[in-house]
């Protein structure tokens, strides 16, 4: 169990550091990696994220960078001061290089984010990529390896495939993790915890299971088991 706790990251998507910290309290002795992204680091949750460090909680900052190579870097610089532990870049391969180089000596994981979860073939059409999500996301993680990024994140359905080709080392982090009879929302490649470990994926990203439930520390015990079991 205590691994498992180590590769279950908790998503705070809620609206204010007020929710935040008191899902993190709920959590607590249960849960100890959170996800931060857009919704709360425009809330005061890049304070929070502080704060949580500071207390030795891990942070996984979802800020899914791509800007030029120069702004990037700059903000890698930066964000790998905060002492956070994981950190999204697009994997687009020169922001990924630019990444790279503003992050050396700082021990901050860059995972690159292949193909959003949300978002299937049609998806990808209306957007002008002339790939369907699979072939795309195993372009992006063999750029990932050879950009010299910390890991990768796709949706578990791709994690075995993307595990052959980054190797045993880089994290696979898997969002749209739902238990079995879970509603799905607006993912639409999933998999259930067990499945995901199963497949190759090495940290678990679990947002709405988690943090709508009734018993928020059930839930996660739950979902913590289900992993220590795969």
Known sequence: MSAARDRLIVGLDVPDVATAGQVVRDLDGVAGFYKIGYQL??????????????????????????????T????VENIAKMGVTMLTVHAYPKAMRAAVD???????????VTVLT????QDLTDAGYEYDPHTLVLRRAEQVLVAGMGGVVCSAGEAAAVRRIVGPDLAVVTPGIRPAGSAAGDQKRVMTPADAIRAGS?????ARPI???PDRKAAA???LAE???A
Not at 72 to 75: F, L, N, R, W
Not at 118 to 121: I, L
């Open 118 to 121: 949300s978002m299937d073939e």
């Open 41 to 70: 680091a425009f809330a005061g949750g890049l304070d929070f994220a502080r704060e949580l460090v500071s207390g030795g909680v891990k942070v996984f900052l979802d800020m899914k960078l791509l800007d030029i190579d120069n």
């Open 221 to 223: 015990e739950a979902i």
């Open 227 to 229: 992993m220590a079991a």
């Open 72 to 75: 990037v870097a700059k903000g």
């Open 102 to 112: 503003a992050s050396r000596g700082s021990g901050l994981c860059l995972l690159g």
């Open 211 to 213: 943090v709508g439930a």
């Open 202 to 206: 090495s940290h678990l990203v679990v």
